[in-house]
């Protein structure tokens, strides 16, 4: 099962042995235990952190907003662009590599290495570098490439106008995020049962202590080094952002 192989991936052997180390406990059916409960506290703190982290209602719209206004001023500028600077836009894109997967529709024309010139047919024909039909390729990709990007920045704000109308109106306010409180009164409780004791803290101009080293050690690679770890701990362990 998916939730079983993620289980497994959670923790490498060294941040395991660390854990234990930390929790010392010295009984195997104990750490065992408590190391099942720990990924399962981890594996839900993923999942609320990312349904956290989804943008809302008003969020989006404003979002939509500033990237459709950001559109209508680029669709401006291309359209009164005056005709050198498209000129010199064109032949940048004209010699920009072909690309046949996003492309497939500007396929660069076959043409031998040699071309017989045969304008003048009184006279024997004569090789010339087959540079003529490619120029004239090129010339031609470079003005497609251009009115191309132009239309997808109109079809772009087309799709950002309508993903607006499509929002509706906000719904109720999202919580506080809580993520992070959840885990760390998870991760007491786990404390407890595998040790017998709440977990304590000590506060020296900052708080430190086994518990809050375990739960950075759970939780940093997915909440990362700054998630308010400390105010977290503290709430868990006295109730209060008050320091012990």
């Not at 929790?23 to 594996?43: K, Q, S």
């Not at 010339?128 to 997808?152: C, D, H």
């Not at 101009?205 to 400390?230: H, P, S, V």
Request: net charge positive; hydrophobic share 35%; glycine share 4%.
């Amino acid at each position: 099962m998916v939730y079983e192989i993620c289980h497994s991936r959670i923790f490498t052997a060294e941040e395991e042995a660390e854990i234990l180390q930390i929790i010392a406990v010295e009984d195997p059916a104990r750490e065992r235990r408590f190391l099942e409960r720990l990924r399962g506290v981890v594996v839900r703190f993923q999942m609320t952190m990312h349904d956290e982290q989804r943008s809302t209602i008003p969020q989006k719209r404003a979002k939509f907003e500033i990237l459709e206004n950001l559109l209508k001023k680029i669709d401006h500028e291309l359209e009164t662009m005056d005709p050198d600077s498209r000129e010199d836009i064109t032949q940048v894109a004209s010699a920009d590599p072909y690309n046949p997967q996003w492309e497939p529709g500007l396929k660069r024309p076959e043409v031998p290495r040699f071309m017989v010139d045969t304008d003048d047919r009184a006279t024997k024909p004569k090789r010339i570098p087959a540079s003529r039909q490619l120029k004239k390729f090129s010339r031609s990709l470079g003005g497609t490439r251009f009115l191309l990007a132009k239309y997808a920045i109109k079809q772009l704000r087309r799709w950002v106008i309508r993903a607006q109308k499509k929002l509706g109106p906000a719904k109720r306010g999202r919580p506080p995020q809580r993520a992070l409180d959840t885990a760390a009164v998870e991760i007491r409780d786990a404390w407890t049962e595998a040790t017998g004791k709440e977990p304590t803290l000590a506060f020296d101009e900052q708080t430190y202590g086994r518990y809050l080293k375990l739960t950075k050690l759970a939780l940093r690679r997915f909440a990362g080094e700054d998630a308010g770890f400390e105010t977290a701990c503290r709430r868990a362990a006295y109730g209060t952002n008050d320091k012990a």
